[in-house]
Nanobody, 121 residues
Framework: QVQLVESGGGSVQSGGSLRLSCAASGYTYNCRGWFRQARGKREGVAHIDSDGSTSYADSVKGRFTISQDNAKNTLYLQMNSLKPEDTAMYYC??????????????????WGQGTQVTVSS
């Protein structure tokens, strides 16, 4: 059974940091990533392929880092220099296919329940 469980969201002031975690079970995934939803809009944030190659949305490049611990089957998103516009529900997602060229929303067949990130100015 596929299961993706996010943790690590919360409230932080502008300029602060948070680290999101996503524990995965069920399959061996070739593409894992994060997307976010705010004000009715979904945006791919970052993804990482099975060979460790990563890709980021322009809006988070240089501030966010995606990584994975294969031994623990856990995905991470380190978010630094957070801005109010980063406020969103963040979803961990995965697929057995390889990642696309850039982080998307619809390249995944599996995603978690989401964790809220709120950044105040």
């Amino acid at each position: 059974q596929v299961q993706l469980v996010e943790s690590g969201g919360g409230s932080v002031q502008s300029g602060g940091s948070l680290r999101l975690s996503c524990a995965a079970s069920g399959y061996t995934y070739n593409c894992r990533g994060w997307f976010r939803q705010a004000r009715g809009k979904r945006e791919g944030v970052a993804h990482i392929d099975s060979d460790g190659s990563t890709s980021y949305a322009d809006s988070v490049k240089g501030r966010f880092t995606i990584s994975q611990d294969n031994a623990k089957n856990t995905l991470y998103l380190q978010m630094n220099s957070l801005k109010p516009e980063d406020t969103a529900m963040y979803y961990c997602a995965a697929d057995r296919s390889a990642c696309g060229a850039s982080p998307g929303v619809y390249e995944y067949n599996y995603w978690g329940q989401g964790t809220q990130v709120t950044v105040s100015s």
